[in-house]
Nanobody, 128 residues
Framework: QVQLAESGGGLVQPGGSLRLSCAVS????????IAWFRRTPGNEREGLSC????????YYADSVKGRFTISRDNARRTVDLQIRGLKPDDTAVYYC?????????????????????WGQGTQVTVSS
């Protein structure tokens, strides 16, 4: 059974950092692309970054380049998202998704329709 579980969210002051983690089980991490998305109230789920299962290549949305870093640890079976320089606009529920269809680190990997498996999300609130 494919399962994903996000953790690491919380309340952070502007300018701070967070490391979100997506723990995966039930499938071979090498076979799936993993992506991070976020959703704010009233908005669609926004793709942030993805990392490939076959070659570790990653892709970032322009809006987060330079502040977000995605990484994968096969031994721990986790995909992390490091966020620096947090802003109030980063306040959202952050989700990770898994896709077996995505095989290249391109813009398509940030389309939520490509992902069939999701975690429950973790809340990030940026406020002073």
């Amino acid at each position: 059974q494919v399962q994903l579980a996000e953790s690491g969210g919380g309340l952070v002051q502007p300018g701070g950092s967070l490391r979100l983690s997506c723990a995966v089980s039930g499938f071979g991490l090498d076979d799936y692309a993993i992506a991070w998305f976020r959703r704010t109230p009233g908005n669609e789920r926004e793709g942030l970054s993805c990392i490939m299962g076959n070659d570790d290549k990653s892709y970032y949305a322009d809006s987060v380049k330079g502040r977000f870093t995605i990484s994968r640890d096969n031994a721990r079976r986790t995909v992390d998202l490091q966020i620096r320089g947090l802003k109030p606009d980063d306040t959202a529920v952050y989700y990770c998704g898994a896709s077996r269809r995505i095989t290249t680190a391109q813009a398509q990997c940030l389309r939520k329709s490509e992902y069939g498996y999701w975690g429950q999300g973790t809340q990030v609130t940026v406020s002073s």
